[in-house]
């Protein structure tokens, strides 16, 4: 994760916080064009402005004039930090980021041998189950894991059931016929017939 700041208090106070989601934060003093996140103490609103011009992602800034923080307000920030009431602000910030990460950067747990993969849920385009074992299909590969289609199905937001062996992330499905769905990357899954109903109800765009 790439972490664009100007401010050490900020690095200080959230680098538990991302330590807890499993993200290696990479702190840059300089625009990076792959930032994931930008803190900005606020001197200069032309710095903020040329920043807002290339970046869209989330958006902390810290600012000295609240009374015109109505101004802020056009560059969409994703949190203002008041100087004058950092400390409260920054306790809700904490929780704002804790939900952004958990919905954005959320993970789940896979053995492999002695050590731990913490695998991004983003990177699953579809599971499929075998007997009593698990096949996560990812961007990056597949990983098998002995777990329930149910209990993995609880854990995981934005993925639709399709099939009694089938559970596909719905922001990978490109197409929805009668009988199978097709992927993105072009993958065939079939549709179980207790799955259409809820399946006909999707909305894809």
């Known amino acids: 994760m790439i972490i664009y700041y100007n401010d050490d208090c900020f690095k200080q106070e959230l680098q538990n916080l991302l330590e807890d989601h499993h993200l290696e934060p990479l ?9 994931n996140l930008v803190f900005l103490s606020v001197h200069d ?21 609240e ?7 056009s560059y969409q920030p994703f949190y203002i930090l008041r100087k004058e009431h950092n400390e409260e602000d ?13 919905e954005t950067y959320a993970t789940i747990p896979i053995k492999m041998g002695s050590s731990t993969l913490h695998l991004a849920i983003s990177s699953i385009n579809y599971v499929e189950s075998f007997s009593h074992y698990l096949t996560l299909h990812t961007r990056h590969g ?41 992927l993105k ?21």
């Open 27 to 35: 702190w840059l003093r300089e625009p990076h064009p792959k930032m």
């Open 45 to 65: 609103k032309t710095e903020l402005a040329q920043i807002r011009q290339r970046y869209q992602g989330p958006l902390v800034l810290s600012i000295e004039d």
């Open 67 to 73: 009374e015109n923080i109505h101004d802020y307000l």
């Open 90 to 102: 920054m306790v809700v910030l904490k929780r704002l980021l804790r939900q952004y990460f958990e």
């Open 142 to 182: 597949e990983y098998t894991l002995r777990q329930n289609m149910q209990s993995l199905q609880a854990q995981l937001r934005g993925f639709i059931r399709v099939h009694n062996s089938y559970l596909v992330a719905i922001c990978q499905i490109a197409q929805i016929q009668s009988t199978q769905l097709i």
């Open 185 to 205: 990357d072009n993958t065939v899954i079939p549709v179980g017939r207790a799955y259409k109903k809820e399946l006909s109800s999707l909305e894809l765009f």
